[in-house]
């Protein structure tokens, strides 16, 4: 049965990057790179056709490499890959899609990647047309092989959706963090995507962009078309493709509604965080890009809580060098003055791979449970070092403190510890001022035995900073990034809040400062109990800042400890719920 295009269709999922976008949909397909077709001269013909000579080389090149790897591979799956990978090898011969795009290069005067991309879509015409599905399914190793050429011609790391006409809205199977961070938000309206969950690092960005999101929306690729109208309501987690009318006026009107609180919240941002019995407390930003700062500031943040660094080494080939680094945090650390920056090492591994730093690792080796954060940086420790050294030359100008993720012993403290030393003395052999002392250097909590080892961690580091995504996920055994088992994560599960309540004792008792940048931080819901467990210091995404500071305006600090210890002595998640939610109705 053909579908009606034009018919009004309504998707939920989850809504994980507040606000309403209204647009034309740009519908991606998997591992396409967007590319913009170009006239040459003439004269310029035999240079773009040597171009994509030169891309063909190179991917021929890739892809032996890949088959190096893959041969040391045993069994069915390792066999699979290397027919797969001869099969491409063929492709970048003497194939139709190379002579087709050469061809094409001459006959129309345009650049090598409109060719190879024109030229997929003719090879995918007329397979279509043959009507066979072992033959339809062969078009996407014709897009795969054809996608490197592409990737190779443009140096990707393109920029993904360069291309998308203004004001779209991104329509995807999967969306990457890395990808996510490449989105520009004055081209880029929203995004609704099937995959992906709430405490993914793709739902993160997105809130770190400002543009409205909805992950996890089941079935929604099938139905939409490039071009078509689409409705994201990333507050209520409702996609509506094709929309009325009447419909699209009535999401105006909520759009129009929520710019209105967005604005009275503004009013608080010089106004201090402190309940109404004067107990006062640290909102800070969580920052991935340097252009966020501007947000930062916007929202009144009194400090960064934490910089995820591995953002600034995505979308390259390259690791930065430490100049470039010491530039990129700068560029952060010069907007906040004397008010604190935590920047943390790298977390590498798992949703953020970072390919500059993973050439020749399996990618089953950097999985969650894997060499991850931490574990990744141990392991190549020259280059820990060098992220130390650049953290250090910045730190001269600012408020510096450093923070360690992944942690789950003490020894990995102390290793880091030493390598922090080895790279100040390096600066200072060369002659290079290094603030004394050193930077403070804490650890992220985010791991269960952490949490439960946070006395011994605490001898150790000088403050800890909770990362209840990744401890929720641990802890519960829920994959923070799959749409699966996104309604099974559950920050308010007794096992995660008694974590919490140890982790934050622990830090209180050797006297040493606690904060949480994990996303509950930035949700006004979970406050009153973060606070009632000894919480002072919270870190969010920017735009949270003037939630969680009117939540902590309105509440009493006596009341909120008291209702903590009720709730700690609860068993069951749906009581705790309960609890927390007449206690925020409440005040
Ligand atoms: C966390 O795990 O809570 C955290 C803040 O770190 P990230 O989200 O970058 O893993
Ligand atoms: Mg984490």
């Known amino acids: ?63 032996r490499r890949l088959q190096t790897r893959t041969t040391a591979k045993s069994g069915a799956n390792g066999e699979e890959l290397t027919f797969l990978l001869d099969a491409y090898l063929r492709m970048l011969q003497d194939s139709r899609l190379v002579r087709g795009a050469e061809q094409r290069i001459v006959d129309f005067q345009i650049n090598a990647e409109a060719a190879v991309k024109a030229e997929i879509a003719a090879i995918a015409a007329v397979f279509h ?50 990808d996510t961070a490449q989105l520009d938000p004055t081209l880029v309206a929203g995004a609704a995507v099937v995959g992906g969950s709430a405490e993914g690092h ?30 994201v309501d990333g507050t209520a987690g409702r996609v509506v493709v094709n929309p009325t009318q009447s419909t699209i006026a009535a999401f105006e009107r909520r759009r ?19 309940t109404r019995d004067g107990t006062e407390v640290v909102l ?7 252009i ?47 008010r604190p920056v935590t920047v943390r090492t790298l977390d590498v591994g798992a949703e953020k791979p970072v390919a500059a730093l993973l050439s020749g690792i399996d990618a089953d080796a950097v999985s969650n449970l894997g060499l991850r954060g931490i574990r990744l940086s141990l392991v190549q420790p020259d280059i820990l070092e060098t992220q130390f050294r ?24 102390r290793q880091a510890r030493d390598i922090l030393k080895k790279a100040a003395a390096k600066l200072t052999r060369r002659g290079i001022t290094v603030p004394n002392p050193l930077p403070a250097l804490g650890v992220m909590i985010e791991v269960p035995g952490a949490a439960l080892a946070a006395d011994a961690l605490a001898q150790h580091s000088d403050f800890f900073s909770i990362g209840s995504n990744d401890l929720t996920m641990y802890t519960l055994a829920i994959d923070r990034g799959n749409e ?41 819901r979970y406050t009153a109990l973060l606070l009632g467990l000894g919480i002072r210091e919270l870190s969010m995404t920017p735009s949270s800042i003037p939630l969680v500071k009117q939540r902590i305006r309105e509440m009493d600090m006596a009341a909120a400890n008291h209702r903590a210890g009720v709730i700690m002595d609860q068993v069951d998640s749906g009581r705790i719920a309960m609890l927390l939610d007449d206690f925020n109705a409440l005040a």
Do not use: W
């Not at 916007?298 to 100049?323: K, Q, Y």
């Open 129 to 178: 047309a043959m009507d066979d599905s072992y033959i339809a399914a062969r078009i996407d190793d014709i897009r795969e092989v054809g996608n490197r050429l592409l990737r190779n011609l443009t140096k990707t790391p393109v920029k993904p959706f360069s291309a998308v006409p203004e004001g779209s809205i991104i329509v995807a199977e999967q969306l990457t963090p890395a």
């Open 284 to 290: 800070q930003a969580n920052v991935e890009l340097p």
């Open 484 to 524: 699966h088992v996104a309604h099974l994560f559950n920050p308010l599960h007794p096992g995660l809040l008694r974590l919490l309540q140890f982790t934050a004792d622990a830090a209180l008792r050797a006297r040493i400062p606690i904060a949480i940048c994990g996303e509950m931080a930035g949700d006004p």
């Open 390 to 413: 650049a953290i250090l030359r910045a730190a001269n100008t600012g408020n510096v403190r450093i923070l360690l993720p992944m942690i789950s012993a003490v020894a990995e403290v």
């Open 1 to 63: 049965m053909t579908k009606n295009p034009q018919k009004e269709q309504h998707f939920v999922g989850l809504g994980v990057a507040v606000g309403i976008a209204i647009g034309p949909a740009y519908v991606r397909q998997s591992g396409a790179v967007d590319v913009r077709e170009r006239k040459i001269a003439k004269k310029a013909v035999e240079a773009e056709k040597k171009r994509l000579d030169v891309a063909v080389r190179l991917a021929r090149r890739q892809i």
């Open 292 to 338: 966020e700062m501007a947000m930062v500031t916007h929202a009144g943040a009194t400090g960064i809580g934490l910089l995820r660094s591995e953002f600034l080494f995505m979308n390259r080939e390259d690791v930065p060098s430490e100049d470039e680094q010491v530039e990129q945090l700068r560029s952060v650390i010069s907007v906040m003055g004397k």
């Open 202 to 231: 793709t739902a993160i960005m997105a809130r770190a962009l400002g543009l409205p999101t909805v992950l996890g929306v089941a079935g929604l690729t099938g139905d939409v078309r490039t071009g078509d109208t689409i409705i």
């Open 256 to 274: 129009t509604e929520h710019l209105k609180q967005t604005r009275l919240l503004e009013r608080l941002r010089n106004l201090p965080a402190v």
